[in-house]
């Protein structure tokens, strides 16, 4: 295990000083220190999924301490249904289609195929084709495991996204419900403008397709590691056999497609695939829009833009109280996401210097990344990471940003576009208003700054 | 902090508590048992740091907003632990009335709010600044939606919680709540001097309960009527006889803060 992390590390060394300039020299030498290590060295010392051992410390903080007995029992568990970074779901390999056909993974309705040419080492075939997609082009970044926590992520800002808490932020769904396919494919398409998650706009789209594929399964695998960590913790023992704890899928569905009941607590990893396959329900489809986007220049529009920035100060609304008076982010900036969410419970308020070092050594210790807080979005600036779209700002403003402090101004019910009446449809404003936000953030960019805050008319509160 | 005046305090509320509930029970209806006891602080009273509001300050910087994490009596009495009685759902009803949860004066009123799955958590809005309400769950899929003035919410949660869930307002980073989820009508939450009261359990039965709280999740050691007693995972199992099952003082060392 050791020998094995400190290969890890002299990849991160051959990468980090030129990770952030040349993300495709970094990816060569990453690669070629794969193969080399292959080929000398390192030949052993095979990838392994890391055990979530941040996510041990929270819940043994909040119960009883996980016995190194109880954490073999997990990891096993998790071998067995997960299987290995080189087999997806294959842990017993010596008759590999026996094991192929009761593969539990094909039960919870991942694509096999797809998952071998994400996983293992990089090399490309007879026939020309690449395998190994993950740890080519993502796992310096988002680690092995999935974890956010690569040897090049403790030098990014943002740092990578931790797959493990089942949690994403740009997408077309509502809440904290998952991506859909789309999402993440417009996610490794266009990459995320303004941090360092490149676009791979430029691989077939077989290779997209399997990456996608892959990241469902680290984000399935670490939320059930999760979720039996929490259950361990609490009650020293687990939720029930491997085969309990996989549960049965597919799950029985209505006419539309929609499983018609949630899996039993127990039943794990059905459970959190319940939530990837139930994703399409909870799609935001916005109201038609008031304006035509296509005509920046119309009366229309400068008429959505001034009723748009009365909103943004409004008392409602009060997006500057984060965005800043002047909407260039600086509102506040002492809050923390899901994934610090060790950090954010120690309180904002909290002044105890000394505590809050122990737990951040604490926390370190088992390799979380040093907590940051997160900053709302320079307005100013036009780079928008979910999209710059009007539709892709619709939803993150009707939305809000899963797994930060950026809220919702819509609900769940108004998810629906037209078909529901605004009357029934909640939220902080009604659903136009959301468009006239829209058209106000995307003017924001050329609105020059030097004229100074504008007239807040909707606020009394924000000091001027 | 045991002071004597305290304990004896305690004694004449009890016994006047008893008194009520000691009387024969009525001759129709089934016999019930309550459960009660005062939770005490070992030590001195933990100070409460003053929060620091740095946003809409002409309305919220007018209040005395304190840290709320441990709040403790002059007495030694610690508010907001929670007992409930695990594995007893019980028949559903009281289920139809809401729970609130109201964003009052810059802060979360109450403090620890206890809601069944399927009970409505009405969140509302007194204040004439915005808030937003962001719940961290676990079991139950995260919640974070914009609150305008006056502004209410509707709740309604699937699954229990493990622990209590952090409530807070990113508007107002000082704002922190807890909202405890369990599939039980039998619970209860300690209040400014640490009694609570469970009624309307079952007779004759082994009830296991969990002790709770925000800041340390579990309780599981204090000493129970001058014994030191061990709860396993914050709970502890106890045989309910008809009317009034008194724990008495439950002293907790401060270490179970930590």
């Given at each position: 295990m050791r020998s094995n992390k400190r290969c890890n590390d002299?990849?991160?060394?051959?990468?980090?000083?030129?990770?952030?300039?040349?993300?495709?020299?970094?990816?060569?030498?990453?690669?070629?220190?794969?193969?080399?290590?292959?080929?000398?060295?390192?030949?052993?010392?095979?990838?392994?999924?890391?055990?979530?051992?941040?996510?041990?410390?929270?819940?043994?903080d909040a119960s009883e301490p996980v016995t190194e007995d109880q954490q073999r029992l997990i990891n096993e568990t998790m071998l067995a249904l997960f299987g290995t970074p080189d087999r997806p779901a294959n842990p017993f390999p010596e008759d590999a289609q026996a094991a192929d056909a009761q593969s539990p993974l094909r039960t919870f309705g991942f694509d096999v195929e797809k998952l071998k040419v994400s996983a293992g080492p990089a090399y490309r075939d007879a026939e020309g084709n690449q395998h190994g997609l993950y740890r080519l082009h993502c796992a310096h970044c988002h680690g092995v495991t999935g974890g956010g926590d690569g040897p090049t992520a403790a030098f990014l800002n943002p740092y990578p996204r931790d797959y493990r808490q089942g949690v994403f932020k740009y997408k077309s769904t509502f809440g904290a419900a998952k991506p859909t396919h789309e999402d993440l494919k417009r996610v490794l398409v266009n990459g995320v403008s303004g941090?360092?998650?490149?676009?791979?706009?430029?691989?077939?789209?077989?290779?997209?397709?399997?990456?996608?594929?892959?990241?469902?399964?680290?984000?399935?695998?670490?939320?059930t590691e999760i979720k039996l960590i929490e259950y361990m913790a609490a009650e020293g023992e687990m939720p029930g056999s491997i085969s309990e704890i996989a549960g049965g899928f597919p799950l029985p569905v209505d006419d539309e497609g929609v499983a018609e009941e949630e899996p039993e607590e127990e039943n794990v990893v059905a459970s959190v695939m319940y939530q990837w396959k139930a994703a399409p329900v909870s799609v935001i489809h916005p109201v038609s829009s008031p304006v035509d986007f296509s005509d920046p220049e119309s009366t229309a529009m400068a008429e959505s833009i001034a009723r748009g920035e009365k909103l943004f100060y409004s008392k409602n609304l009060q997006c500057n109280s984060c965005h800043g008076d002047s909407a260039q982010g600086d509102g506040q900036r002492d809050k923390y996401t899901v994934w610090f969410k060790w950090r954010e419970d120690l309180g904002t308020n909290n002044?105890?210097?000394?505590?809050?070092?122990?737990?951040?050594?604490?926390?370190?210790?088992?390799?979380?990344?040093?907590?940051?807080?997160?900053?709302?979005?320079?307005?100013?600036?036009?780079?928008?990471?979910?999209?710059?779209?009007?539709?892709?700002?619709?939803?993150r403003i009707y939305s809000g940003i899963n797994g930060g402090p950026m809220p919702a101004q819509g609900t769940v019910t108004g998810i629906a576009g037209d078909e529901v009446p605004d009357s029934e449809a909640g939220g902080s404003v009604r659903r136009e208003q959301i468009w006239d936000v829209v058209s106000y953030v995307l003017s924001l960019p050329y609105e020059p700054l030097s004229q100074g805050p504008p007239q807040r008319q909707g606020s009394k509160y924000t000091p001027r | 902090m045991m002071s004597k005046i305290g304990s004896l305090r305690w004694c004449i509320v009890a016994a006047l508590l008893c008194g009520m509930y000691g009387m024969p029970p009525s001759t129709a209806g089934e016999e019930t048992a309550t459960l009660r006891g005062r939770f005490l602080l070992e030590g001195p009273v933990p100070a409460r740091g003053k929060l620091?509001?740095?946003?809409?300050?002409?309305?919220?910087?007018?209040?005395?907003?304190?840290?709320?994490?441990?709040?403790?009596?002059?007495?030694?009495?610690?508010?907001?632990?929670?007992?409930?009685?695990?594995?007893?759902?019980?028949?559903?009803?009281?289920?139809?009335?809401?729970?609130?949860?109201?964003?009052?004066?810059?802060?979360?009123?109450p403090h620890v709010v206890a809601v069944q799955p399927g009970q409505t958590l009405?969140?509302?809005?007194?204040?004439?600044?915005?808030?937003?309400?962001?719940?961290?769950?676990?079991?139950?899929?995260?919640?974070?939606?914009?609150?305008?003035?006056?502004?209410?919410?509707?709740?309604?949660?699937?699954?229990?919680?493990?622990?209590?869930?952090?409530?807070?307002?990113?508007?107002?980073?000082?704002?922190?709540?807890?909202?405890?989820?369990?599939?039980?009508?039998?619970?209860?939450?300690t209040k400014a001097d640490g009694t609570?009261?469970?009624?309307?359990?079952?007779?004759?039965?082994?009830?296991?309960?969990?002790?709770?709280?925000?800041?340390?999740?579990?309780?599981?050691?204090?000493?129970?009527?001058?014994?030191?007693?061990?709860?396993?995972?914050?709970?502890?199992?106890?045989?309910?006889?008809?009317?009034?099952?008194?724990?008495?003082?439950?002293?907790?060392?401060?270490?179970?803060?930590?």
């Open positions: 002299r990849w991160g060394a051959a990468c980090q000083p030129r990770a952030e300039g040349w993300p495709d020299a970094c990816l060569r030498a990453v690669s070629w220190a794969l193969l080399a290590s292959l080929l000398v060295g390192c030949q052993s010392e095979v990838p392994y999924f890391r055990p979530n051992l941040v996510e041990i410390e929270i819940e043994q941090t360092s998650m490149p676009s791979f706009r430029l691989l077939p789209d077989n290779e997209i397709e399997a990456l996608i594929e892959y990241v469902r399964y680290l984000s399935a695998r670490g939320e002044d105890d210097q000394a505590e809050i070092n122990r737990v951040v050594h604490q926390f370190m210790d088992v390799g979380a990344l040093k907590p940051r807080t997160i900053y709302p979005r320079n307005l100013r600036l036009g780079v928008y990471r979910g999209g710059r779209r009007p539709i892709d700002l619709y939803r | 620091t509001v740095n946003k809409d300050r002409d309305v919220c910087g007018v209040y005395d907003l304190r840290d709320e994490q441990l709040v403790v009596a002059e007495d030694g009495g610690i508010r907001d632990v929670i007992v409930y009685a695990r594995k007893l759902p019980g028949d559903g009803s009281g289920k139809e009335d809401a729970v609130l949860l109201d964003n009052k004066d810059c802060r979360f009123a009405l969140v509302k809005n007194s204040d004439p600044v915005a808030h937003n309400t962001q719940i961290s769950f676990s079991s139950n899929s995260a919640f974070n939606e914009g609150l305008p003035p006056s502004g209410t919410k509707e709740i309604k949660l699937k699954k229990s919680e493990r622990y209590p869930v952090s409530v807070s307002c990113s508007i107002h980073p000082w704002m922190r709540g807890y909202l405890v989820v369990q599939d039980t009508p039998y619970i209860a939450i609570f009261e469970i009624s309307g359990l079952p007779v004759g039965k082994e009830v296991e309960f969990q002790v709770a709280h925000p800041k340390s999740k579990r309780i599981d050691e204090a000493s129970v009527g001058g014994k030191a007693t061990k709860w396993k995972r914050g709970r502890f199992k106890k045989k309910m006889v008809a009317g009034d099952n008194d724990l008495g003082d439950l002293v907790v060392m401060p270490d179970q803060f930590k």
